[in-house]
Every structure is written in C-alpha cells, then in structure tokens.
C-alpha cells in the first residue's frame, strides 16, 4: 500500500543554517504530495504542495521539488530562523481526502 | 475567523470508561476528518463525515468507536471502554462544502492518555 517515510528527528540547527527533511513515498500511479507544519499548541497548517512530477512547492521560504524519479519531496529552506521551529509532516493524497502522513520530523532552531 | 477547534486539548481516562473527543469545523465548512497518531506513527485516517452522514469509516475500527456529525453542533469521536492502545494524539479536519478535498485544516488535536 502507500506510504510515506521521513526522516527521524528531532533536527537541531543554528539560526539562519540551511535546512533539509528528507521525505520519500511509496506509491503507484501520481499522488498528490504535501508538507504540513505544526507549531506548538496549533494544528497542522498546509505549508506547500506539488500535484505532479517535477513540480516545485514553495511558500515562506520553504520549497520542496516532486522526483517522480527518486519518489523524493525533500523540504528546504536556506536560512532558518527560530520560528521555524515546530513539527513538518510529509504527506500524499490520490486526489481524495484521505491523507497518507509520514511520522513528522521536529525541528528546533537556535537562535 | 476562527479555525477549527478541538476540546479537551488532554484527556486522561482509565481503562474501560469512555472518551469522547469534540471537534468545531471552520465557519462555512461541512466536512469533517478525524484522523489518529499512535505514537511513533503517522497520522492515520479514520472517518468522513457530513452534516448527519457518516460517508466513509474504513479506517475506524470496528469496536468501541463510533463518530457522528450531528446537525448541530460539534462533531464527537466516542471510544467506549477505552485501553490503553487508544492512547493517542487524534486530529480533526474540516473542508468547505464543493470545495477541495484535498485542502484540509487541521485541528490542534485531542491528546489522550490511557491509564
């Protein structure tokens, strides 16, 4: 079946350091696929998405690039800051409303 | 305008009494998503809903949960007899009516301990 793997944190970094999550999927066919961000206290808000291979998602600083090839939607940022900190799930949908969600990777800047 | 809310923010039961989770979609929306994560896990579909339909609960097991949508008011995740398995963090999601589905605003969740 589909799925989603993302790697494990938590990810520690310096303010203004560059940052990469690495997410890769499992699936047949073109999924949607998305970044969610959790701040403390709140709920997952859509940071970007990408609906077709080679497609680019960005959106406040964030980009991450649809590899149809390497089943890759790797999220970057160039320069962090300390409000970036939070927890950024990978996900793919089939273009329905059920959500595939990797396990979410916590990500702590310092300032 | 207020996004979609949650509450309890915690619960803590003891095994066997009952949990029930209460979710608020967005103003105007009129599609509910409970979603679930085990810890360690992603978070993992549960149930659809509209106003008073269930639509799609593949993902809800098959004892002990049930959902509802009422016409008023918020939409409740009930789990009856809980264990301490269903400790978890459960997430609600809503979306506007013709809207697309796939664009979902998530709740803060309901993190619930088993005791």
């Known amino acids: 079946g589909d799925s989603v793997t993302q790697m494990e944190g938590p990810v520690t970094l310096s303010e203004e350091a560059f940052l990469t999550i690495n997410c890769t999927y499992t699936?047949?066919?073109?999924?949607?696929l998305f970044w969610y961000v959790q701040y403390p206290g709140e709920g997952l808000q859509l940071l970007l998405k990408a609906t077709k291979a080679d497609d680019k998602g960005s959106n406040k600083g964030f980009e991450a690039t649809y590899r149809k090839e390497t089943t890759s939607f790797h999220l970057e940022k160039g320069s962090v800051q300390v409000s970036d900190s939070a927890v950024y799930f990978c996900a793919l949908s089939r273009g329905t409303y059920k959500y595939i969600f990797g396990t979410g990777t916590r990500l702590k800047v310092l300032a | 305008n207020a996004g979609v809310m949650q509450n309890p923010r915690h619960l803590v039961r003891r095994r066997g009494q009952e949990a029930r989770l209460r979710c608020s979609p967005m103003k105007g929306h009129s599609h509910v998503y409970w979603y679930r994560q085990l810890p360690e896990e992603g978070l993992k579909f549960m149930v659809y809903l509209q106003k008073e339909n269930i639509i799609d609960e593949s993902g809800m097991p098959k004892e002990r949960f049930s959902a509802e949508f009422p016409k008023e008011g918020p939409s409740i995740l009930r789990i009856q007899q809980v264990v301490r398995g269903d400790s978890a963090a459960y997430f609600c999601?809503?979306?506007?009516?013709?809207?697309?589905?796939?664009?979902?605003?998530f709740g803060p969740g309901t993190r619930l301990l088993v005791l």
């Open positions: 699936a047949t066919g073109y999924p949607s």
């Open positions: 999601a809503s979306s506007p009516l013709g809207g697309d589905q796939e664009t979902q605003y």
